[in-house]
């Protein structure tokens, strides 16, 4: 018997059957039992080897190293999360949004920010905040499709992740993005059942462009509680603008709450670090300061 070795991108995991792209081939497989001994799931997201035989079912082999991997949802090698928010109804508070960038800056995963509903508020708040943070700050309008062909220039390559809180404009702009993402995902609904699996169910669609997108009906919008989380300790570097003030704290283990000589709180205070952000920190601080690390790998085990 020959069996045949192929790398490939799991793009769908439905029930324990999972969808591997080879290239322009999709191959359906099932994941070698050693994975669940070793307490290890293969994700969408991941590179994976698969071994073919010549009769039978294809199984996933071997999971190639993650750059990185989010709970929820279940994604690994994510390049960029788009969180879409705006200051038009139903408004985004920014705590939402520093969040979800403490987690993609913990994880080593790069954010875009896209205002959406410019057409009817600018968003000038959201945008002075968060480019001052130094992130890539993009205005768009799904309605009047302002800014989709440089946030669509800006989604060429590798996974994508787009969230943000309910009624904002999240398919939308997926379908300003591509035409065609009602009926891959109409197509979906169809193969799996409505309302079977739909919660667990995560697949990655190929964009014009050659990126991918990730969509799960369990995260149209910001699951706070569900997300993952960041050590106290690490929270200060995930928070990009604090990076130039910390090795000019007075203490070595500073938290950046009340200590004497704290670089970062004379940044906020003197209106280099923008107070919104500041006030998120502290609220994240507060929510994990009593969080162990064994506890979170506890949380984050996939």
């Known amino acids: 018997m020959n069996d045949t070795l192929f790398e490939g991108l799991i793009i769908r995991s439905i029930g324990g059957l999972y969808t591997v792209a080879c290239g322009e081939e999709l191959v359906e497989c099932r994941a070698r039992g050693k994975f669940r001994l070793d307490e290890i799931k293969p994700m969408v997201g991941d590179r994976v080897q698969i071994l073919r035989p010549e009769q039978g079912e294809a199984v996933i082999r071997e999971i190639l190293p993650r750059k990185n991997s989010l709970i929820r949802p279940a994604v690994a090698n994510i390049g960029t999360l788009v969180v879409i928010a705006a200051e038009a109804p139903p408004v985004t508070q920014p705590f939402l949004i520093d969040r979800v960038s403490a987690i993609a800056g913990y994880k080593g995963i790069d954010m875009i920010l896209c205002i959406n509903k410019c057409d009817r508020l600018p968003g000038d708040s959201l945008y002075e905040t968060y480019t001052r943070a130094g992130f890539r700050v993009i205005r768009t309008s799904a309605e009047t499709g302002e800014g989709i062909d440089e946030l669509r220039d800006a989604m060429t390559e590798g996974i994508f992740v787009l969230t943000g809180n309910s009624g904002v404009g999240k398919s939308s702009i997926l379908n300003r993005l591509d035409p065609n993402w009602a009926a891959k995902v109409g197509a979906l609904s169809e193969r799996i059942g409505r309302g079977r699996q739909t919660t667990r169910h995560v697949e990655l669609f ?29 929270l200060a570097h995930a928070f990009r603008e604090f990076a130039p003030y910390i090795p000019d704290c007075r203490y070595a283990d500073c938290h950046h709450i009340k200590e004497q000589g704290c670089a970062v709180l004379e940044a906020v205070q003197a209106g280099e670090i923008p107070q919104s952000r500041y006030d998120s920190y502290l609220m994240l601080y507060d929510s994990m300061k009593d969080i162990h690390e064994w506890e979170l790998r506890k949380m984050n085990r996939i």
């Open 206 to 234: 190929r964009l014009p462009g050659g990126a991918y997108v990730a969509d799960t009906p369990g995260f149209q919008s910001f699951d706070v509680e569900r997300m993952d989380l960041v050590l106290k300790d690490d």
